[in-house]
């Protein structure tokens, strides 16, 4: 047996507390479980179904800029993308989701992406910039869910590890414990009645 215990009735009581409070924090652990494991199921789609759209925001992104190098030298595109009038500013937080940690990003964009002159420049030029920014956006937050999918996958793995402990170790082990001291308190206790059985013969034979 694992957990080394002495049959008494006190050791009884507490194996009987450990085993309440193991059943209980085992209770707790897989309703956790339960929920990250939705959690995470959630993540997972809203994962894919942002990366498909960021694939296809660079794909056009990349077609328009190969339409516009078709018009327009290479220099004059660098020169025309050398500037931009638009600032933006990713600022890092962070929230609980089921006890784990996970960031939160906000993006704040302020300007005007178009600093060059449009005489100068083709339209795919300007889709290729429109492209480009609203990818921006949709990136910074596939990155963000793709970090709490990786933080809520890794808490999943530790409280399904404690789920287990708790289920096939602790619990089995406290139980097996509690029927040897109570199978132990038995014998002790029949091996007590029959000796105050033979004492009472002993007396009534004198």
């Known amino acids: 047996m694992a957990i080394e215990v002495h049959a008494t009735r006190m050791e009884l ?3 009987r507390r450990k085993l309440a409070l193991a059943e209980r924090g085992h209770k707790l652990l897989k309703d956790k479980e339960e929920a990250l494991r939705r959690d ?9 179904k942002l990366r498909k759209k960021v694939e296809e925001f660079l794909a056009q992104a990349v077609r328009y800029s190969m339409l516009a190098r078709t018009r327009m030298e290479d220099e004059e595109i660098d020169a025309a993308l050398l500037f931009t009038g638009q600032r933006t500013d990713i600022t890092l937080g962070w929230e609980r989701v089921l006890n784990v940690r996970v960031p939160h990003f906000e993006v704040k964009r302020e300007g005007d992406p178009f600093a060059y002159g ?7 030029l300007d889709l290729f910039l429109k492209a480009l920014s609203e990818v921006m956006v949709e990136m910074v937050k596939l990155a963000e869910l793709e970090k709490r ?3 809520v996958a890794m808490e999943l793995q530790k409280t399904r590890r404690r789920v287990n402990v708790l289920e096939y170790r602790l619990i089995p082990e406290l139980v097996a ?7 132990k308190l038995d014998e002790m206790e029949r091996s007590n009645l029959s000796r105050i059985m033979r004492i009472k013969e ?3 034979a004198h």
């Open 177 to 183: 414990s509690l029927k040897y001291i109570k199978m």
């Open 118 to 124: 449009f005489a100068y420049t083709v339209p795919m």
């Open 40 to 48: 995470l199921f959630i993540l997972i789609r809203e994962v894919q």
């Open 149 to 151: 999918l990786e933080l």
């Open 202 to 204: 002993i007396i009534r």
């Open 13 to 15: 009581l507490n194996l």
